[in-house]
């Protein structure tokens, strides 16, 4: 039986913005990926749900919920759930397309993405 991998995750939704840092939840289903990229900041990827193959700098890390791993910048990484059903959380400096931190908290204070305040 060949194995099918979907790329990208069934769903991805922006959490908010809470002291600079952005939040993002992904939600899998078995055998689907999050392609290889890269990003110029470090961040962590929180597995909350399953279990995930989390390939950093071509090293393979096999992380069960409850998990994290550290992601430095430039590292190329992916990851792919084996569980029915999987999800992560990504914390990582808010930023643009240009890496610029102020924009992004602009473009969420006008609502362009969830903000959080106290």
């Not at 992380?63 to 430095?72: E, R, S």
């Not at 029915?84 to 924009?103: M, Q, V």
Request: glycine share 10%.
């Amino acid at each position: 039986m060949q194995m099918q991998v979907v790329e990208t995750p069934q769903e991805m939704i922006e959490l908010g913005l809470f002291g600079g840092i952005l939040f993002r939840r992904f939600r899998f289903f078995r055998n689907q990926t999050m392609p290889g990229h890269q990003h110029n900041y470090d961040h962590a990827s929180l597995i909350v749900k399953g279990e995930f193959i989390y390939t950093l700098s071509g090293v393979d890390h096999c992380i069960k919920a409850p998990g994290v791993i550290h992601v430095p910048a430039e590292a190329l990484h992916e990851m792919r759930c084996l569980s029915e059903h999987g999800e992560t959380w990504c914390a990582f400096p808010a930023r643009d397309e240009t890496g610029e931190i102020g924009e992004y908290i602009a473009q969420a204070s006008k609502g362009k993405v969830p903000y959080w305040s106290e």
